[in-house]
């Protein structure tokens, strides 16, 4: 532990910046991980229940299922298609829509974080080597007789500069990988159980069509 230390303090200024990033880059890769849970997405057995509440005219308790579910996206898309049943099949499908890319976006938050600080780590790293460099040649120019633990501290702020923001960045770069493709991989699922909601509430509003026609035309014969 010690020796860690001893080695970020012979690395100079630039090691803060740099412990900042890597800061962030775990913060935020673990917050991801625990937002992106499948089943925080896609509650488990969601689409089948709604689908049961729907087709048998349970449109309350389908409403309730979605605010069971509020932090779900796929119960909000769900929700917001059920408001608008009523205004046909277009309506629905614009509104599942537009509320589904609003929610697929949403999965990517943070998400820019991790590729800024594996962009910036190694240009940290960069700036604390030319920044040694400067200093050992500094002990070159003053000195007739150079002094080699003067001149080794510039080297080793140089060198230690550039392995820190190297070990940064290569872990960055893997953990915004990964967060992408998991991201990726939830906002395709989302998309397709978005699109089989759209289907059952568009089959319900259908039935839902025709029994009042024949309930209208039903009544027009007793009427005649």
């Known amino acids: 532990m010690l020796d860690l230390i001893n080695l970020f303090q012979r690395g100079g200024i630039i090691m803060y910046p740099i412990l900042l990033c890597s800061i962030v880059a775990v913060t935020v890769f673990l917050e991801r991980l625990w937002s992106l849970r499948h089943k925080n997405i896609l509650p488990d057995g969601f689409v089948r229940a709604f689908r049961e509440c729907i087709l048998q005219g349970r449109s309350a308790d389908a ?10 996206p796929l119960s909000r898309i769900a929700l917001v298609g059920l408001t608008h049943q009523e205004q046909g099949s277009d309506m629905i499908r614009f509104m599942v829509s537009e509320v589904g890319g609003q929610e697929a976006l949403g999965l990517q938050k943070y998400q820019s974080v991790l590729g800024t600080v594996a962009y910036i ?3 940290l790293g960069l700036f604390g080597t030319v920044s040694g460099m400067i200093k050992a040649f500094d002990v ?11 001149l080794a501290a510039g ?4 060198l230690i500069t ?4 190297l070990a940064v960045a290569i872990p960055a770069v893997v953990m915004d990988r990964y967060v992408q493709s998991r991201s990726d991989r939830i906002s395709l699922e989302l998309e397709k159980k978005s699109i089989a909601l759209t289907e059952i509430l568009i089959r319900a509003a259908s039935n839902d069509g025709r029994k009042s026609q024949d309930a209208r035309a039903a009544t027009q014969e007793e009427a005649a």
């Open 63 to 72: 409403q309730q299922l979605c605010q069971e579910h509020g932090s779900s």
């Open 121 to 123: 780590s190694p240009l």
């Open 140 to 150: 070159i120019s003053q000195h007739t007789v150079v002094d080699p633990p003067l």
């Open 155 to 158: 080297i080793s702020e140089a």
């Open 162 to 165: 550039t392995f820190a923001g």
